[in-house]
C-alpha cells in the first residue's frame, strides 16, 4: 500500500506504475478512498472505513469506466454509509477477493438454482463446470480480465457454439459479482470479447416429409417397436408445436377436451394454454390411461412418465430416411406450415407461447418467401393474360 502526495485523478491514476504485485494507492484528501492497481494493469477505486461492524472495503468502480472524480463522489458516499452502519457487510472471506470456482459454486447456488428452472439449472452447471472452472477455478475473480477471458474463448474455438456458451456464462457470473459487491462496477471483461459466428440450425418439414414420417410411425407402433404412449408425444409435437417438455410433463388434469385444449402450469414462459385441433384431440382421446398414471405420456414403470423421448425420435427419423432432423424441428416446422397458410407472426407467437416477438421474428424471412411466391403466382397469372393478347413475333 502506498500514500499518494496528491489527489486521485484521472491523470495521476494513469501515471501509476503496474509492479509484480497489487499495490492500492491512497488519495490524499479523502481518507479511506484509493485506488487498486492489478498486476494485470487494470485499475479500480476502492473505498474503506470503520463503522459499528468493524473495517469494511468496497469496490467502486474500474478506472476508465467512472472516471476519478465520480469515484470520489461515491467514495465520500459510501463512507458516511459505512459510519452509519447501513452499508451491506462483506460476505465470507472478508476482504479476500474469491476465486472463480468459489464464485460460481455461489452463482449456481444462490442464483441459478433460485431462480431458473431444472433444465436451465442443468445447462449452467455443465458448461460452468465443464469449460470455465477449470480453466479459471483458481484465479480470483478481481484478476479476470479481457486476456483471460479472450484465452478461454480461444480455446474452445473448435466449437464455436460452445465457446459462446461459455463466456455467455462466465459475463452472466461476473454481473453477478459486481452486484455482490466482489468486483468493481462496469468491470466484466466478457463484454469486449467479440463471440464467434454461429449459424442457426433451420431445418423445416416439407409436405411429403409429414406424409412420410406419419406412415414410418404408424409402422413402428404397429410392430411395437414405439410404444403407443412414445407415438402420441411425437404427434403431438408435430400438431401442437409445443417444446417436448411440455409435452412429455403433461398430466391428464391439464387436459380439457370438453374445451379442446391443454393447459400447460409451467411452460418456459410460464402457464399458458394451447389450443387442440380436432386431430391432437383425437390423438389424445385414444390414449391409453394406466390406472393410477397422472401422466399423459405414460411410462413403463406403474406412475411413471415416459422421459426418453429423444431415443424413440432417433429411431423414427433414422427409418423415414431423415436423419438431419432434430426433436425440435418439429416445432419450426409447425411455425413454418403456419406461415404458409397465411397466419401472422403475433398469432404464430400466441401458438408457441413466445413471450416476446423478436423470437417469433426468426421466422420472418419464411414469411418473405411466402409474400414471393404468392407473388409469384398473381404476376403469373396477370401475365398470362397480358401476353395472351400479345402479338407473335414477326406480325405487326
Given at each position: ?330 416445432r419450426h416446422s409447425f411455425a413454418s406450415r403456419a406461415l404458409a397458410l397465411g397466419e401472422p407472426l403475433p398469432m404464430i407467437g400466441r401458438m408457441l407461447g413466445h413471450s416476446k416477438i423478436q423470437t417469433t421474428a426468426r421466422y420472418a424471412h419464411l414469411a418473405l418467401d411466402s409474400v414471393r411466391e404468392s407473388a409469384a403466382r398473381v404476376a403469373g ?16
Amino acid at each position: 500500500m502506498a500514500k499518494l502526495k496528491r489527489s486521485l485523478s484521472d491523470r495521476v491514476v494513469d501515471a501509476l506504475p503496474v509492479g509484480d504485485r497489487d499495490v492500492i494507492w491512497w488519495d490524499r484528501d479523502l481518507a479511506g478512498f484509493g485506488v487498486r492497481v492489478y498486476r494485470s494493469g487494470a485499475r479500480a477505486y476502492l473505498v474503506q472505513g470503520r463503522g459499528p461492524h468493524g473495517t469494511k472495503r468496497v469496490a467502486i468502480g474500474r478506472h476508465g469506466v467512472i472516471t476519478a472524480e465520480e469515484a470520489r463522489q461515491r467514495a465520500a458516499a459510501m463512507l458516511a454509509r459505512i459510519r452509519a452502519g447501513t452499508e451491506p457487510r462483506p460476505g465470507p472471506g472478508g476482504d479476500r477477493a474469491p476465486t472463480v470456482a468459489e464464485l460460481a459454486e455461489r452463482y449456481l447456488r444462490e442464483y441459478v438454482a433460485v431462480r431458473c428452472k431444472p433444465a436451465t439449472v442443468r445447462g449452467y452447471r455443465q458448461v460452468i463446470g465443464r469449460h470455465v472452472v477449470p480453466v479459471l477455478g483458481k484465479l480470483p475473480v478481481t484478476e479476470v480480465g479481457r486476456l483471460q477471458v479472450a484465452e478461454l474463448h480461444y480455446r474452445l474455438r473448435k466449437t464455436p457454439v460452445a465457446a459462446n456458451e461459455a463466456v455467455g456464462a462466465l459475463s452472466r457470473m461476473l454481473n453477478r459479482a459486481e452486484a455482490w459487491g466482489m468486483v468493481p462496477a462496469g468491470s466484466n471483461p466478457c463484454r469486449q470479447v467479440r463471440r464467434y459466428r454461429t449459424r442457426k440450425l433451420e431445418r423445416f418439414l416439407t409436405e411429403e416429409e409429414f406424409r412420410r414420417l406419419g406412415k414410418t410411425l404408424d409402422a413402428l407402433e404397429i410392430e411395437g417397436r414405439v410404444p403407443v404412449h412414445a407415438a402420441a408425444a411425437l404427434r403431438l409435437l408435430m400438431l401442437t408445436g409445443c417444446r417436448s417438455g411440455e409435452i412429455v410433463g403433461l398430466r391428464w388434469e391439464d387436459v380439457h377436451l370438453e374445451s379442446s385444449e391443454i393447459r400447460l402450469r409451467d411452460s418456459k414462459t410460464g402457464p399458458r394454454t394451447v389450443a387442440l385441433s380436432p386431430a391432437a384431440a383425437r390423438v389424445l382421446a385414444g390414449l391409453p390411461r394406466p390406472p393410477g398414471n397422472p401422466w399423459v405420456v405414460a411410462g413403463a414403470k406403474p406412475g411413471a412418465r415416459l422421459t426418453h423421448i429423444a431415443y424413440y425420435w432417433y429411431r423414427v427419423r433414422g427409418r423415414a430416411g431423415l436423419k438431419d432432423v432434430r426433436l425440435h424441428d418439429l416445432r419450426h416446422s409447425f411455425a413454418s406450415r403456419a406461415l404458409a397458410l397465411g397466419e401472422p407472426l403475433p398469432m404464430i407467437g400466441r401458438m408457441l407461447g413466445h413471450s416476446k416477438i423478436q423470437t417469433t421474428a426468426r421466422y420472418a424471412h419464411l414469411a418473405l418467401d411466402s409474400v414471393r411466391e404468392s407473388a409469384a403466382r398473381v404476376a403469373g397469372s396477370i401475365g398470362a393474360d397480358l401476353w395472351a393478347c400479345a402479338p407473335e413475333p414477326g406480325r405487326g
